[in-house]
């Protein structure tokens, strides 16, 4: 762990000092985020990075900070400051048609360190590309593409977190390729990797939980059960209307045999989801959504506490009111924005009484943004939330407000 801290901090100094000492020379590449010419799939590079000469690297990351007052049932923790996240990324051209790129993330002050994503990319055609490492699994488009600043909310969507494991990455290998043809853009992707495992429904949250997963660092060493996951993705683009992604992964979870005994059947797990975003033109407002479906194979004598169907997602709306020159930033903007959120880990009824089976939420957040560039955003929301347990009780009441920064450095 020391020793992952002391790489950090040299990638940090590295990057600070010699990066900005190169910056009179036009060495500092920073893409904008909003290029109408790329899709979810390209998240990975789209994002601004210092070169260095001649040297064959480049830096780049991005932080989050918030501040938050949020109360439930009348009970607040009070005053909170939390240091979300800082992430590195590192890539490199190793030659014309080879490319290296990894993330290391740092959560909540340095207290988590994981490799989100470490990958050698090798171009052979453009509708073949050959990825392999730890990839990002491509299940919906907040996966690939959740940098903080590219967001005018200071917490990632529910569906992606709580029910969705956000930022699901493994070891795997597989193909991406895209295909113009004037206003239209057709990308895929599929890859094979290592799967989810029994926490999904063996987990300290005593419910189907997907994003258990995550807690299990040992899934970069092997597979549980030697099965492979299989996630597919195919996306289609118009520069005019917009993108619509459609995503599918599955895999078996469990362990169903050891040293050739077999212990129990294949239980797979399969999901469904759907994205799009776009964007008006005369009004210049974004939207951006999002919906999953789940469907876990759990055994015959799980009780029904355990969901065995779950689906949810979000919806952004955002609102560009002001674009001007503010305090020397020349094209700086406020926006006006709203995310509306749904998730239900149990979908269906009780067998006894026919009731609707509750353990479900559903969210709405107004938002209030600057960003004086592109790559750096003040966000100030206003949570609303409310959330049922299992038997569907009057719903707790989520209330509060939430100040944050995120910039690309």
Same mark, same amino acid.
């Given at each position: 762990?020391?020793?992952?801290?002391?790489?950090?901090?040299?990638?940090?100094? /590295? +990057?600070? #000092?010699?990066?900005?000492?190169?910056?009179?020379?036009?060495?500092?590449?920073?893409?904008?985020?909003?290029?109408?010419?790329?899709?979810?799939?390209?998240?990975?590079?789209?994002?601004?990075?210092?070169? /260095?000469?001649?040297?064959?690297?480049?830096?780049?990351?991005?932080?989050?900070?918030?501040?938050?007052?949020?109360?439930?049932?009348? =009970?607040?923790?009070?005053?909170?400051?939390?240091?979300?996240?800082?992430?590195? &990324?590192?890539?490199?051209?190793?030659?014309?048609? =080879?490319? /290296?790129?990894?993330?290391?993330?740092?959560?909540?002050?340095?207290?988590?360190?994981?490799?989100? %994503?470490?990958? =050698?990319?090798?171009? &052979? +055609?453009?509708? %073949?590309?050959?990825?392999?490492? =730890?990839?990002?699994?491509?299940?919906?488009?907040?996966?690939?593409? +959740?940098?903080?600043?590219?967001?005018?909310?200071?917490?990632?969507?529910?569906?992606?977190?709580?029910?969705?494991?956000?930022?699901?990455?493994?070891?795997?290998?597989?193909?991406?390729?895209?295909?113009?043809?004037?206003?239209?853009?057709?990308?895929?992707?599929?890859?094979?990797?290592?799967?989810?495992?029994?926490?999904?429904?063996?987990?300290?949250?005593?419910?189907?939980?997907?994003?258990?997963?995550?807690?299990?660092?040992?899934?970069?060493?092997?597979?549980?059960?030697?099965?492979?996951?299989?996630?597919?993705?195919?996306?289609?683009?118009?520069?005019?209307?917009?993108?619509?992604?459609?995503?599918?992964?599955?895999?078996?979870?469990?362990?169903?045999?050891?040293?050739?005994?077999?212990?129990?059947?294949?239980?797979?797990?399969?999901?469904?989801?759907?994205?799009?975003?776009?964007?008006?033109?005369? !009004?210049?407002?974004?939207?951006?959504?999002?919906?999953?479906?789940?469907?876990?194979?759990?055994?015959?004598?799980?009780?029904?506490?355990?969901?065995?169907?779950? +689906?949810?997602?979000?919806?952004?709306?955002?609102?560009?009111?002001?674009?001007?020159?503010?305090?020397?930033?020349?094209?700086?903007? #406020?926006?006006? !924005?709203?995310?509306?959120?749904?998730?239900?880990?149990?979908?269906?009824? /009780?067998?006894?009484?026919?009731?609707?089976?509750?353990? !479900?939420?559903?969210?709405?957040?107004?938002?209030?943004?600057?960003?004086?560039?592109?790559?750096?955003?003040?966000?100030?929301?206003?949570?609303?939330?409310?959330?049922?347990?299992?038997?569907?009780?009057?719903?707790?009441?989520?209330?509060?407000?939430?100040?944050?920064?995120?910039?690309?450095?």
């Amino acid at each position: 762990m020391k020793n992952k801290y002391i790489l950090v901090w040299v990638i940090f100094v /590295f +990057h600070h #000092f010699y990066g900005y000492s190169q910056n009179d020379s036009s060495n500092v590449k920073r893409r904008d985020t909003s290029d109408k010419n790329l899709m979810n799939m390209d998240a990975v590079y789209n994002r601004p990075f210092l070169t /260095f000469g001649k040297i064959p690297i480049s830096l780049g990351g991005y932080m989050e900070v918030n501040w938050q007052y949020i109360g439930t049932d009348g =009970i607040t923790e009070g005053h909170q400051f939390q240091a979300r996240r800082t992430t590195v &990324f590192i890539a490199s051209s190793i030659s014309k048609k =080879i490319k /290296f790129l990894t993330e290391i993330e740092l959560e909540e002050g340095g207290k988590e360190i994981s490799l989100e %994503f470490s990958s =050698i990319d090798v171009e &052979f +055609h453009p509708l %073949f590309n050959l990825r392999s490492g =730890i990839v990002m699994n491509p299940i919906g488009a907040f996966n690939q593409n +959740h940098d903080g600043p590219k967001w005018e909310f200071t917490d990632r969507p529910i569906a992606a977190t709580q029910m969705l494991p956000a930022t699901w990455s493994n070891v795997g290998i597989g193909a991406f390729g895209k295909n113009y043809l004037k206003d239209w853009m057709l990308g895929y992707e599929v890859y094979v990797t290592n799967g989810l495992d029994e926490s999904i429904v063996d987990n300290e949250e005593n419910k189907t939980f997907l994003p258990a997963s995550k807690n299990n660092p040992s899934r970069f060493e092997g597979s549980l059960n030697g099965m492979p996951s299989v996630t597919s993705k195919i996306a289609i683009r118009n520069n005019q209307i917009g993108e619509v992604g459609l995503s599918y992964m599955s895999g078996v979870y469990n362990t169903f045999q050891k040293d050739g005994i077999v212990l129990d059947q294949k239980r797979h797990y399969n999901i469904w989801a759907i994205d799009f975003n776009t964007r008006i033109p005369k !009004s210049n407002t974004s939207i951006i959504g999002e919906w999953a479906q789940i469907k876990v194979n759990l055994p015959d004598d799980y009780i029904q506490q355990y969901g065995r169907k779950q +689906h949810g997602g979000f919806i952004d709306v955002v609102q560009p009111v002001m674009k001007r020159k503010i305090a020397g930033w020349k094209d700086a903007v #406020f926006n006006i !924005s709203c995310r509306l959120e749904y998730v239900d880990w149990n979908v269906g009824r /009780f067998e006894e009484t026919s009731d609707k089976i509750g353990d !479900s939420l559903w969210s709405m957040m107004p938002a209030v943004s600057f960003r004086p560039t592109g790559q750096t955003v003040f966000r100030l929301n206003y949570r609303i939330q409310r959330q049922k347990d299992i038997l569907g009780n009057i719903p707790a009441r989520t209330s509060g407000f939430i100040f944050g920064i995120s910039s690309y450095f």
